[in-house]
């Protein structure tokens, strides 16, 4: 038996940040990979020379205050932070955590690439976007504040588990198979997931350049190569529900296929709209682990009964 919900270890806080500043952008990944620091621009400048060693927060933060009124929440945030952060660097994303508190450094490399404002952190490589949570992907490929919170409690699980198996640190937890699929998976780590069972066990081809955050009525379509015909999908997690009577053949689809993990479906179903059997998902998860997506089968690996439920 896995934990009931409630008993969830609690998540981590978690952020993303860009290492980008005014400076060169390679240079200033290199520098905080190599020096095992994570950091932020907008650097102290002194009028006597040379400048003092040690510059205290509140002096700093008064000063910048004055320079960039209303633009210190990434600093402030990089201070108080804890928990695990996510970055990116040459398309290459790395898990770090602070091991100790805000500097404000001076002289070189940090004059010169901006990058006044650092936290120590171990870092760790882990890959391509493949095994990066969803919700953090997203967060990435957007434009926003330099660091910021990701406020995603799957993304943040998942972020814990896979910190403990980069840094040999205990994560005495073994969900269930179910609580995978219910708890732990964002909502578009299932949406991969459809996806992958739809085209592993159907032959149909996903267009990822048809993805988008902001289609209101699907997540993606799919082509059946055999037949030439096209079908939109829908997927919903947790208390979200799927509207049936609203899925039209509008646009030249063929049909729809949509799943919700709570079984969420409200109205009539129409002839040419599928509803995704539950058990069906799960099966493909247990028995195709090479065709499931990264972030699944790390959860699957850690799950109390992943072994007997694939006998």
């Not at 981590?12 to 520098?31: I, N």
């Not at 901006?114 to 490929?141: C, M, Q, W, Y």
């Not at 937890?173 to 909502?187: A, H, K, Q």
């Not at 997690?237 to 799943?259: D, H, K, N, R, Y």
């Amino acid at each position: 038996m896995g934990l009931a919900v409630s008993e969830l270890p609690p998540a981590p806080p978690l952020h993303r940040m860009y290492l980008k500043t005014a400076g060169d952008r390679v240079a200033v990944e290199q520098a905080c990979l190599a020096g095992g620091f994570l950091g932020l621009g907008w650097g102290y400048r002194w009028r006597s020379q040379p400048p003092p060693k040690v510059i205290a927060w509140e002096k700093y933060i008064d000063w910048a205050e004055g320079k960039w009124p209303g633009e210190m929440g990434s600093v402030r945030r990089l201070r108080d932070a804890d928990g695990l952060v996510w970055t990116r660097a040459d398309g290459v994303y790395y898990l770090a955590r602070f091991d100790d508190e805000w500097e404000h450094r001076v002289g070189d490399p940090y004059d010169r690439l901006d990058l006044n404002n650092v936290r120590p952190a171990r870092i760790e490589k882990v890959g391509a976007e493949t095994e990066v949570p969803g919700g953090v992907v997203r967060r990435f490929s957007r434009q926003g504040q330099a660091f910021c919170r990701v406020w995603d409690e799957s993304a943040a699980r998942y972020s814990a588990l896979l910190w403990a198996r980069r840094t040999g640190e205990p994560y005495d937890w073994r969900p269930s198979v179910d609580e995978v699929l219910d708890t732990l998976l964002s909502p578009f780590d299932v949406q991969d997931l459809v996806a992958a069972y739809l085209q592993a066990k159907r032959g149909w081809l996903l267009f990822p350049s048809r993805l988008s955050d902001s289609t209101a009525a699907y997540e993606y379509v799919l082509r059946d190569p055999g037949t030439g015909h096209s079908y939109a999908v829908q997927v919903k997690t947790g208390e979200s529900s799927i509207e049936l009577g609203g899925l039209s053949l509008a646009g030249g689809l063929a049909g729809w296929v949509v799943f919700s993990t709570t079984n969420a479906y409200r109205g009539r179903r129409p002839r040419h709209v599928e509803e995704l059997e539950r058990g069906e998902l799960l099966r493909f998860m247990i028995e195709h682990r090479s065709a499931i997506p990264p972030i699944v089968d790390t959860w699957l690996e850690t799950a109390s009964d992943a072994a007997e439920a694939s006998r």
